[in-house]
C-alpha cells in the first residue's frame, strides 16, 4: 500500500503483512504505538481498500480450544459478522467467536482440487467451513464436518446452505475425540486441520480412514529452517505410522522458526 508506505517503510511493510482481511473487515496487528498513530494508519488502509468497512486490532495469539483470537474496534461500523468469498464459495464468519484464516484459501483449493466425485471426506476441525464446503462444492464429496464450537457449528450450517451443499455436508457439534462412538463408516479422506494439537487425534484419524486412503495432517513444527521442521515431522509420523507414504509440504510460517506444515498421509 502505497500511502502505508509513506509512514515509514519498515512499519508499513511490517503492517501490511500482518492484515488479514475477512469480508469487508480488515484485523491488523499493530506494534506499540500511540492511538493517534493508529487512527491514521486506519484512515489510510480505508481509503486504500475499499470494501474495508471495519477494523480491528488483534491483541492476542490465536488461542484457546476455540482457536479464537481477542479484537479491539479501532475503525468504522462496530461488528465482528461477515461474508467472506474465496474460491468461489461464500461463508458467513464471525471473526471475534469463531476460527477463519483467509491465509489458508490456496491450501483449500489444493485440497479440493484432489478430491474425486464419490469420495467420502470426514473432517475433523471444520470451523465455519470453508474446507468442506469447498471440497464438496467443487468435488461433489459427501463431507462430515466435526466441530465443537456450536457457534461455528451453526454458521457452518447456515454456509452449507448459502452455497447449496447442505444436501451433501452433514455437520456434527461435538469433540472430535468422541467420534469414534458416534460414527462407525470408514472414509477416503479425513482432514485434520488442528495444527496446534492434531497429534492427540492422529490415532482416531486412522482408525477412519479406510485402505489406501488418505489423511491431511496439519502440524505446528519448530525447526532452524523448514527442511529441519520437516524432518521432525517426518520422524513423529514415521514412530506410529511406519508403512505409509509420506509427502510434505510448508503451509506457512506462523512465527520465527516456526511453520505450519501439512502431510498427505496416504496408508
Ligand atoms: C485451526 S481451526 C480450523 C477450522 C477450519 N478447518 C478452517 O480452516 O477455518 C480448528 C477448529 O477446530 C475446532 N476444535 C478444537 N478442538 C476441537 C475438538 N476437540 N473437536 C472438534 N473441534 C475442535 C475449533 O473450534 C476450530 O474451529
Not at 46 to 66: C, D, L, M, R
Not at 150 to 170: F, G, P, T
Not at 229 to 257: D, F, N, W
Amino acid at each position: 500500500m502505497r500511502l502505508l508506505r509513506k509512514i515509514s517503510e519498515k512499519l508499513g511493510r511490517e503492517i501490511e503483512s500482518g492484515i488479514d482481511i475477512v469480508g469487508d473487515i480488515a484485523i491488523l496487528k499493530l506494534p506499540n504505538m500511540e492511538e493517534q498513530k493508529k487512527k491514521e494508519i486506519c484512515e489510510i488502509i480505508a481509503s486504500e481498500i475499499k470494501n474495508v468497512k471495519t477494523i480491528f486490532e488483534q491483541t492476542s495469539p490465536v488461542e484457546g480450544e476455540y482457536r479464537v483470537r481477542k479484537l479491539r474496534h479501532l475503525y468504522g461500523v462496530d461488528k465482528t459478522l461477515t461474508i467472506h468469498k474465496e474460491n468461489g464459495i461464500s461463508l458467513k464468519v464471525d471473526v471475534a467467536r469463531c476460527y477463519f484464516s483467509p491465509r489458508l484459501s490456496t491450501e483449500r483449493m489444493r485440497i479440493a482440487s484432489q478430491c474425486k466425485t464419490g469420495e467420502k471426506v470426514l473432517n475433523m476441525f471444520a470451523g465455519v467451513g470453508p474446507f468442506s464446503i469447498l471440497i464438496a462444492k467443487k468435488a461433489g464429496c459427501e463431507v462430515v464436518s466435526c466441530e465443537l464450537n456450536k457457534y461455528a457449528c451453526s454458521l457452518h450450517k447456515e454456509n452449507s446452505l448459502i452455497n447449496k451443499v447442505d444436501s451433501l455436508v452433514n455437520v456434527i457439534n461435538t469433540d472430535s475425540g468422541y467420534l469414534s462412538s458416534m460414527i462407525r463408516e470408514d472414509f477416503d479422506r479425513v482432514l485434520i486441520p488442528l495444527p496446534s494439537s492434531s497429534n492427540n487425534y492422529l490415532q482416531i484419524a486412522r482408525n477412519f480412514v479406510r485402505k489406501g486412503g488418505i489423511m491431511h495432517y496439519y502440524r505446528h513444527v519448530g525447526g532452524r529452517d523448514e527442511d529441519d521442521a520437516k524432518a521432525r515431522l517426518e520422524a513423529e509420523l514415521r514412530a506410529t505410522l511406519h508403512e505409509a507414504q509420506l509427502s510434505l509440504r510448508k503451509v506457512r510460517e506462523v512465527g520465527p522458526r516456526f511453520f505450519e506444515l501439512v502431510a498427505d498421509i496416504k496408508l
